[in-house]
């Protein structure tokens, strides 16, 4: 982890984000929910938007395939409120730059696959 979240207390600092983690029958295995955790945990203090981040992480066992993704789910762009016209902005940071913008949706979408076979040493 970077030194300005393993040092957060010393330094004072303050988580500036917050998110919202859905875990989607099947759930990953609690290791994994420990892990997923622990980045989201980093990111709160690394990144600074006003409004909440969904995300939505699902555990899949496939013997082909990816071992994991993550894709944002929406982009938006020529928004009166976002900086530069056409430009594509993910939803999160669109959503947090022009208070115009509603979306409920997931942000982010993040899947990953159980399948051990699938992870070479």
Do not use: C, H
Not at 15 to 20: E, L
Not at 91 to 96: D, E, H, R
């Amino acid at each position: 982890a970077p030194s300005i979240y393993l040092d957060r207390n010393s330094l004072g600092k303050v988580a500036t984000s917050s998110f919202v983690v859905d875990y989607i029958y099947p759930q990953p295995p609690a290791s994994a929910q420990l892990a997923i955790n622990y980045a989201v945990d980093i990111w709160s203090y690394l990144i600074a938007l006003s409004k909440p981040v969904k995300i939505k992480v699902s555990y899949i066992y496939e013997a082909g395939g990816v071992l994991g993704q993550t894709s944002v789910n929406q982009f938006r762009n020529n928004y009166s409120g976002l900086p530069m016209a056409d430009r594509q902005y993910p939803i999160s940071l669109a959503k947090n730059l022009d208070n115009n913008i509603t979306f409920t949706d997931y942000d982010i979408i993040m899947e990953f696959n159980g399948n051990k076979s699938l992870i070479k040493v």
